[in-house]
Nanobody, 115 residues
Framework: QVRLVESGGGLVQPGGSLRLSCAAS????????MGWYRQAPGKQRELVAT???????TYADSVKGRFTISRDTAKRTVYLQMNSLKPGDTAVYYC?????????WGQGTQVTVSS
């Protein structure tokens, strides 16, 4: 069982930055592939970025060069640094832990990019 709690969302102006955090409790974090997903109103949930237990990362084309995913195994936390934010980045951001045989999701944190 893995419990995930996201934090760090909020309102930011276009061009600004935010850092999201996802704190994990329970067993399995060290072997899990962690991911950030987002869902805008009226749209399907989409992949933003993932990071494997070995540190390999992948990004959606729409965020490459602007967002950075990282993880701190000792703190059992995964981060999403978001720079050069655009209104199109507005969404609820969710953290996901993929253990292979089971997926776990956090409750989400709202990110709003607006002037």
């Amino acid at each position: 069982q893995v419990r995930l709690v996201e934090s760090g969302g909020g309102l930011v102006q276009p061009g600004g930055s935010l850092r999201l955090s996802c704190a994990a409790s329970g067993s399995g974090f060290s072997v899990a592939t962690m991911g950030w997903y987002r869902q805008a109103p009226g749209k399907q949930r989409e992949l933003v970025a993932t990071i494997t237990s070995g540190g390999r990362t992948t990004y959606a084309d729409s965020v490459k060069g602007r967002f950075t995913i990282s993880r701190d195994t000792a703190k059992r936390t995964v981060y999403l640094q978001m720079n050069s934010l655009k209104p199109g980045d507005t969404a609820v951001y969710y953290c996901k832990a993929d253990l292979g045989w089971q997926n776990y999701w956090g409750q989400g944190t709202q990110v709003t990019v607006s002037s």
